[in-house]
């Protein structure tokens, strides 16, 4: 298990030239904020960092023309910042069983599909997603991602530019999540985790890849994300994305 990608709801000025899309690109990573799928009701824009990314939303209507209805109804009630972090996964349907055998509601894993020109086209992407409820107190969710198979994801990394690869920026190496968690949140993610360190307030997953999740309870809702990066020029250099301050590491 390894990060994948953390799902964000953003005002639309981050994705339209100006200052918040200098800001990304000062903190070395190359981002075109125009570019990225969508339909009449929600608008994407991707920043990609080696096989992981920044995937920030706009919703356009009051119904979100198909994005994920959760997501849609937190947007229109204000929440913006990180609403989701997938987790990419080998095996999808043996972790769903796993976690169904601990008595921790996760949805199905199903296949995202999205419809374009009024219903009439719809485009079903290579990949199943399985979703945790939201936590009870903060408003996000972790998802869980399966590729169908390799060679559609060596596919889609061509499509994965441009890429913060281009200036030693490789990944993400540690993401902290502080908010309002309860003990039932941490409960619950005690059993879906297997590397897990326990301290008070605070729980530290090892993942994949020398990868560090971190979940602190605190007052405010902020993430902190700190890349993999072997430029020095850039070291320390950061930026905030809503809730989300991004550090080169």
């Known amino acids: ?66 994005w994920k209805k959760e997501w849609v109804e937190a947007y229109n009630n204000g929440e913006r ?43 079903t992407m290579p990949w199943s997603n399985s979703y945790l409820d939201f936590f009870q107190n903060v408003p996000m969710q972790i998802g869980f991602q399966q590729m169908n198979n390799e060679k559609t994801r060596l596919k889609l990394e061509k499509y994965m530019v441009p890429n913060s690869t281009e200036n030693n920026i490789t990944g993400i190496r540690r993401i902290q999540i502080s908010g309002q968690f309860t003990k039932v949140d941490f409960e619950m993610l005690m059993l879906v985790f297997d590397d897990i360190l326990v301290e008070e307030g605070r729980l530290t997953i090892h993942l994949e890849h020398s990868q560090v999740l971190v979940f602190e309870q605190a007052t405010e809702f902020n993430i902190q994300v700190v890349l993999k990066s072997e430029q020095s020029n850039l070291q320390n250099k950061d930026c905030w994305i809503e809730n989300t301050h991004i550090i080169n590491g």
């Open 1 to 66: 298990m390894k990060f994948d990608h953390l799902v964000l709801n953003v005002d639309k000025n981050y994705q339209m030239e100006g200052q918040f899309a200098q800001s990304i690109r000062e903190a070395g990573l190359p981002y075109k904020p125009k570019k990225g799928k969508g339909t009449k009701g929600f608008k994407a824009s991707n920043i990609w960092i080696g096989q992981e990314y920044f995937e920030m939303i706009s919703i356009k209507n009051q119904d979100g023309g198909g």
């Open 81 to 123: 910042g990180l609403i989701c972090l997938m987790l990419d996964v080998k095996d999808l349907n043996q972790l769903v069983q796993k976690i169904q055998s601990k008595k921790i509601p996760i949805s199905q894993p199903e296949s995202i599909k999205i419809e374009f020109f009024f219903k009439l086209i719809s485009k």
